[in-house]
């Protein structure tokens, strides 16, 4: 029996508040907040090694007295401009060849779709750390890595699309009627692809942090001392009885945001079906 989901403030879900104000939050963050931040993420104080939270340093200090608050700004930011960009090419990427494997089909489809589930074969965060063993550690590094893992995913979301959609009789007409298909992908199949499109995205922006996080706690991820909240869990691993903060801060960070991303992919997924909004 299907219980009615409900509503939240007013009418409006918790999962659409909560989504939408951590998300924002991470935004502002990355994007105001190193003006704000109470110290340089980078200045070393021996002295204060190890600081409890409290006084000058609000969140406490690192092994090397660097001030976690600011960290934590500077990995939001590290954080969000990865996932972004990450997001971007993976989409692109998987836009254009889920479109031309499923609108033209035939032998263009089968060659694409058997090096698409070759890579789909591979775990995500597998298939990254092998492409950075190619490119090496930085932030480029993972951007490309993760954005030619993750567009597959969106490849196989886009082609099961662009399938339900190319006998549908807009698309016949606009063949009837002379347009090149270049045109028609274009005009007719690729703006009925952003529904999923939007859903796979936002549930992908939280994927990357993630996989980031992951690949600088192994350490092929962002180099220190640049910092992200993946690499401050890991330079942490040796002091967590000395100074516990250093893991759990960066900890929750990471679970926040990724709880938010995916309530807010929830309600998106919802709000552009309303199928499953009424199975809720």
Not at 9 to 25: D, H, L, P, T
Not at 128 to 134: D, Q, R, S
Not at 222 to 227: C, F, I
Not at 233 to 261: D, E, K, W
Request: glycine residues 10%.
């Amino acid at each position: 029996m299907n219980v009615q989901a409900k509503p939240w403030f007013g009418g409006v879900r918790f999962n659409v508040v909560f989504g939408i104000a951590v998300v924002g939050f991470m935004f502002a963050v990355a994007l105001v907040g190193p003006w704000f931040a109470p110290a340089d993420p980078l200045a070393i104080n021996i002295r204060a090694r190890l600081a409890t939270p409290g006084g000058d340093y609000l969140l406490g200090a690192d092994e090397f007295g660097r001030d976690v608050l600011s960290r934590l700004i500077a990995g939001a930011r590290t954080s969000v401009v990865i996932a972004l960009v990450t997001v971007a090419i993976a989409v692109a990427l998987g836009t254009i060849f889920g479109v031309l494997a499923g609108y033209r089909r035939g032998w263009t489809d089968r060659c694409l779709m058997i090096v698409n589930d070759s890579m789909l074969a591979f775990p995500g965060l597998l298939l990254a750390l092998g492409i950075m063993a190619v490119f090496g550690a930085s932030r480029d590094g993972i951007i490309i890595a993760l954005g030619l893992a993750y567009a597959p995913v969106v490849v196989r979301v886009v082609r099961g699309t662009v399938l339900s959609l190319r006998e549908q009789e807009f698309i016949e007409a606009s063949r009837v009627i002379g347009n090149p298909e270049w045109l028609t992908m274009l005009r007719h199949v690729l703006p009925n692809c952003l529904a999923p499109l939007l859903v796979v995205a936002t549930m992908m922006f939280g994927w990357v942090i993630l996989s980031e996080s992951a690949l600088s706690f192994l350490g092929l991820g962002v180099p220190p001392p640049a910092p992200s909240w993946g690499n401050m869990l890991s330079t942490a691993r040796p002091y967590i009885n000395q100074a516990p903060q250093l893991i759990v801060f960066p900890g929750l960070c990471i679970s926040i945001t990724l709880l938010g991303v995916n309530m807010l992919g929830d309600a998106i997924r919802d709000w552009l079906d309303p199928k499953m909004e009424r199975a809720a």
